[in-house]
C-alpha cells in the first residue's frame, strides 16, 4: 500500500509570493492533518480535516489556509510568505478519528523562503 | 505553543545499551504516542499508550505512562545504530484532533 505523499518535496520562494502544497493520503485514510515543524517551534498543528471539514484549526495566522478535496487529497496554501514560514510542512493521515489513533506521516514539504 | 517537555535533549550511547528519554505534559490527555524522525524526515509512529494504560512493549520498545505526574518515558534496549534519530512524543486530548508534540531528543547510537 502506498504510504503518505507530499508534493512537492523541496520549495523555494521570496516573500510576499504564495505557495501550494499539496498532500495525498494513504488510500482509505479520511482524516489528513498538516504540521509544520522549524528548529525554534519545534513541531506545530496547523489544521486536521474529515471528509472535506477542517474540524480544527492551530494557531496560525489567516495567511495559512487549508482545504480537502472529496478523494481526501489535502492541499494547505501560505500567502504572502514571511522569512519564518521557511520550514518543514508535514502531512498526516489516518481512518478518521484524526490524532486519537496512530499517524502516517509524509516525507514533508521543505520550503525557504527568501 | 508544545505541550510538553523532553529530557534529555540529547543522548550519546554505544552500540547494545540501553537508550531512556522522558517526556512530561501539562494537560489531561486521551493518548500519548511516541514517534521517530531521521534527518529531517517524515515521522513515523513507534507506539501508543492510552490514558488508563501504565505500560506498553514493542519490540525492543517500553513505553510508560504516569498520568498522576503527567509523564511518560520510552526505553530502548539493546540500541543499534539504526535507532539514531530525533524522538518525540506527542498527545491528544479528546475530540481535539491535533497532536501536541514535545521538544524532542536526539539520539545518537555509536558503533
Known amino acids: 500500500k502506498a504510504g503518505v505523499t507530499q508534493t512537492p518535496r523541496y520549495l523555494i520562494k521570496t516573500r510576499g509570493q504564495q505557495v501550494t502544497l499539496s498532500c495525498s493520503p494513504i488510500?482509505?485514510?479520511?482524516?489528513v492533518s498538516w504540521y509544520q515543524q522549524t528548529p525554534g517551534q519545534g513541531l506545530q498543528f496547523l489544521f486536521e480535516y474529515f471528509s472535506e471539514t477542517q474540524r480544527n484549526k492551530g494557531n496560525f495566522p489567516g495567511r495559512f489556509s487549508g482545504r480537502q478535496f472529496s478523494n481526501s487529497r489535502s492541499e494547505m496554501n501560505v500567502s504572502t510568505l514571511e522569512l519564518g514560514d521557511s520550514a518543514l510542512y508535514l502531512c498526516a493521515s489516518s481512518w478518521g478519528q484524526g490524532a486519537m489513533v496512530e499517524q502516517f506521516f509524509g516525507p514533508g514539504t521543505r520550503l525557504t523562503v527568501l | 505553543s508544545q505541550q510538553g517537555e523532553e529530557d534529555p535533549q540529547a543522548l550519546s550511547i554505544q552500540e547494545g545499551e540501553n537508550a531512556t528519554m522522558n517526556c512530561s505534559y501539562k494537560t489531561s490527555i486521551n493518548n500519548l504516542q511516541w514517534y521517530r524522525q531521521n534527518s529531517g524526515r517524515g515521522l513515523v509512529h513507534l507506539i501508543l499508550?492510552?490514558?488508563?494504560?501504565r505500560e506498553k512493549h514493542s519490540g525492543r520498545l517500553r513505553v510508560t505512562l504516569d498520568t498522576s505526574k503527567k509523564s511518560s518515558s520510552l526505553l530502548i534496549t539493546a540500541s543499534r545504530a539504526a535507532d539514531t534519530a530525533s524522538y518525540f512524543c506527542a498527545t491528544d486530548e479528546w475530540d481535539d484532533y491535533k497532536l501536541s508534540f514535545g521538544a524532542g531528543t536526539t539520539v545518537t547510537v555509536r558503533a
Open positions: 499508550i492510552r490514558s488508563n494504560e
Open positions: 488510500s482509505g485514510h479520511r482524516s
